[in-house]
């Protein structure tokens, strides 16, 4: 099953670096780690020391709300695995969303998305971005012809997600950067399924690349923390409305971002033997109609997720054949180890029944049955495909 991609998403290159990026033990006294440094006040010694502490765009550099040294640490350390020029932090996932898009945009432009983007990313778009002048529409993910066709000269900001939110399209982001580049709109693309280990946007044209670090980059589902990393071009920009709009995130919770990328690698590594192992076991199961999986021979975003990416993190879907409420009621209470909850990226199992067809804009053709999200954790393979074999034949019995 793996043989034609051997697990290689990090090289030992990679692996070297999340152990030492973003230490500094000869300025902390020793220790390995970064302290968690708290406060507003950051006092200067000197009238000059305080003047050099500014910066050409920010007077107020040397103040809490910009950050402390754990921060910036965090920040290079983004920049280094991303290939970016700036990093900032944010307090939330979608709070790296929606200030990528502030960012960017004013009254009268007009942004795209592609239509499986995150659930509160497009609400936010369709609530917000409109309300404030923008005019905002979707591409389907899969078809270049239909962003070609509803790019305008207006454009700003053409938003990606690869793959797609509950339907795990994998979208050409290559060509999309293309596209939008010769209309001189910004890509962002939200990143955090492949984390930059398995997908590295910037290196295919994407200006704007982000992680919810709350998923896989904490990774023990403890905090909540986001990260937009920028290249030259779109820097200014995303700095400028982290600085406008405040945003500044918790000490504790950056801590745990820094440590959660320790381990990163060899966390994604197990997610991704585990989640091709459940998705291979599932799309052989009679009560399954089709797995969404990129990372799977069979799907029909196989080739392309061969080409970009370097491996597969442990999210993906299971459709099923038509259940009865009792009998979805029965495979949630035979689970014993697969969670009913939000969130993923932690090193837990979770199952979730997901609706993403009255979010759409394409609308019927996406799911055809109840659609199931998965999250592989970290537990024994076995033990999690034989608590799904209990809970589908249970399930299956009730009928
Ligand atoms: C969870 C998630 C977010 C939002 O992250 P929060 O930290 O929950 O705000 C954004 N994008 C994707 C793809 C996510 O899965």
Known sequence: MMSSHAVMGSSQETNTLLSHIGRASSKNAGFVNMPVYRGSTILAETLEEWNEAKTNDNPMANYGRFGSPLTKA???????????????????????????????????????LSDSVYGPSRQFAMNVLRRMGIEVDFFSPTSLSDLTEKIRPKTRVVYVESPGSMTFEVQDVRAISSIAHANNAYVVMDNTWATPLFFRPLEHGVDISIQAATKYIIGHSDALLGIATANERAWPHLRAAAHSFGETAGPDDIFLALRGLRTLSIRMQQHWRSGIALADWLSRHEAVSRVLNPALPSDPGHELWKRDFTGASGLFGVVLKPMSPVQLSVLFKTFTLFGIGLSWGGYESLALLVDPLPTRQGGAAVVDGHLLRIHAGLENVDDLINDFSNALSAALKAR
């Not at 970016?84 to 004013?106: D, K, N, Y």
Request: hydrophobic residues 45%; glycine residues 12%; contains cysteine.
């Open 74 to 112: 965090l920040e290079t350390s983004m920049c280094t695995l991303e290939s970016g020029v700036g990093a900032v932090v944010f307090p939330s996932g979608l709070s790296a969303c929606t200030h990528a898009f502030i960012g960017l945009v004013s009254a009268g432009d007009h942004v795209l």
